[in-house]
Each structure stands twice: as structure tokens, then as C-alpha cells.
């Protein structure tokens, strides 16, 4: 069936440092791609999505592009803040939305 | 105001009690769900409605019971819950069931 894997944290980065979080997916058909972050006390938010292949999803300065070819969608930021810090879901929709089961970022300054 | 909207924010039950889980959303999106997010699990889609219709039930137990009484609400009622049980409650609601899901901030549930 369909599945999302993402890498496990927690991930601590200093304030500007290079941020990848990787995501791989299995499915059937032609699905569409998503990260979603979760902040503290809150619930989850759409950061950027893709829906074909080589799309690029960007967003708050996040980019992933879908990759068929190795069945990829790594989220990347070339400078985080501390306001970053949360919780990252990467998802998938196919017959029904399957989630990554997320990774913590933590930024400190 | 948020697009979608639960209450109680925080919920403390014991195993023998009854109590329900309120969502409204206010993007008059047609589809909505409860997913279950404990730690170090993905996400668990427990219930879905589509114009109001159950579409989905994952084989959840029967001492959670969704109720949805029209498109903008959705409720679920909990009763003799296990420990086991305790975790955030979330809420979703989409345009459809492929459209990107917009999350309540959840409910925090401690069954003691």
C-alpha cells in the first residue's frame, strides 16, 4: 500500500545552517506530495505541496521537488531561524492521505 | 479566526466517563475527518465524511463514534476509553478528499 518515510530526528541546527529533511514515498498511481509543519500547542499547517513530477512546492523560503525517478520529496531551506523550529510532516495523497511519522527541528540562535 | 475550530482544547476523562470532541469549519470545504496523533506514530485517519456521508472508518473502536450533522460540523463521542487512548485529536477539513487538508490546533486528550 501507500507510505511515506521520512528521517527520524530530532534535528538541531544553528540559526542560518542549511536545512534537508529527507522524505521517500511508495504508491501506486500518480500521487500528489505535501509537508506540512506542526509549531507547539497548534495543529498542522500546509507548508508546500507538488502534484506532478518535477514540480517544485515552495513556500517561506522551504523548496521540495518531486522526484519520480527515486521517489523523493526532500525538504530544503538554505537558512533556518529559530522560528523554524517545529515539527515537519511529509504526506502524500492517494485514496486517502498518508503521513510521514515527522521530524522534529529544533534552530537555536 | 481560524479555518477550523475544536474545542475543548484539553480534555481530562476517566475510563468510565462520556464526553464529545466538537470541530466546526468555517472554508466551506465538503469533506471532513478525525485523525489520532500519538507520539512517534504517523498520523492515524480515523474517520472521514464526504458531504456528510461516512466514507471511511479504519477500524476504529467502537467507544469512539463520529457524528457529523452537517458539512460545517463534527463531533466525536467518547465512551469507557483506555489509557491507551490518550493523545492529540485532530480535526481536518478539505474541499475534497484530494484537495490539502487545513487542521484544527487539536484537542489533548488524558484518559486517567
Known amino acids: 500500500g501507500d507510505s511515506v518515510t521520512q528521517m527520524e530526528g530530532p534535528v538541531t541546527l544553528s540559526e542560518e545552517a542549511f536545512l534537508t529533511i529527507n522524505c521517500t514515498y511508495t504508491?501506486?498511481?500518480?500521487?500528489?506530495l505535501f509537508w506540512y509543519v506542526q509549531y507547539p500547542g497548534e495543529g498542522l499547517q500546509l507548508l508546500l505541496k507538488?502534484?506532478?513530477?518535477?514540480d517544485k512546492g515552495s513556500n517561506k523560503g522551504f523548496e521540495a521537488t518531486y522526484r519520480k525517478e527515486t521517489t523523493s520529496f526532500h525538504l530544503e531551506k538554505g537558512s533556518v531561524q529559530v522560528s523554524d523550529s517545529a515539527v515537519y510532516f511529509c504526506a502524500l495523497s492517494g485514496n486517502q492521505f498518508y503521513f510521514g511519522t515527522g521530524t522534529s527541528l529544533t534552530v537555536i540562535p | 479566526e481560524t479555518g477550523v475550530t475544536q474545542t475543548p482544547r484539553h480534555l481530562v476523562m476517566g475510563m468510565t466517563n462520556k464526553k464529545s470532541l466538537k470541530c466546526e469549519q468555517h472554508?466551506?470545504?465538503?469533506?471532513m475527518y478525525w485523525y489520532k496523533q500519538s507520539a512517534k506514530k504517523p498520523l492515524e485517519l480515523m474517520f472521514v465524511y464526504s458531504l456528510e456521508e461516512r466514507v471511511e472508518n479504519n477500524s476504529v473502536p467502537s467507544r469512539f463514534s463520529p457524528e457529523c450533522p452537517n458539512s460545517s460540523h463534527l463531533f466525536l463521542h467518547l465512551h469507557t476509553l483506555q489509557p491507551e487512548d490518550s493523545a492529540l485529536y485532530l480535526c481536518?477539513?478539505?474541499?475534497?478528499?484530494?484537495?490539502?487538508?487545513?487542521f484544527g490546533n487539536g484537542t489533548r486528550l488524558t484518559v486517567t
Open positions: 472554508l466551506g470545504h465538503n469533506a
Open positions: 481536518a477539513s478539505s474541499q475534497d478528499p484530494n484537495s490539502p487538508l487545513h
Open positions: 504508491a501506486t498511481g500518480y500521487p500528489s
Open positions: 507538488a502534484t506532478k513530477a518535477d
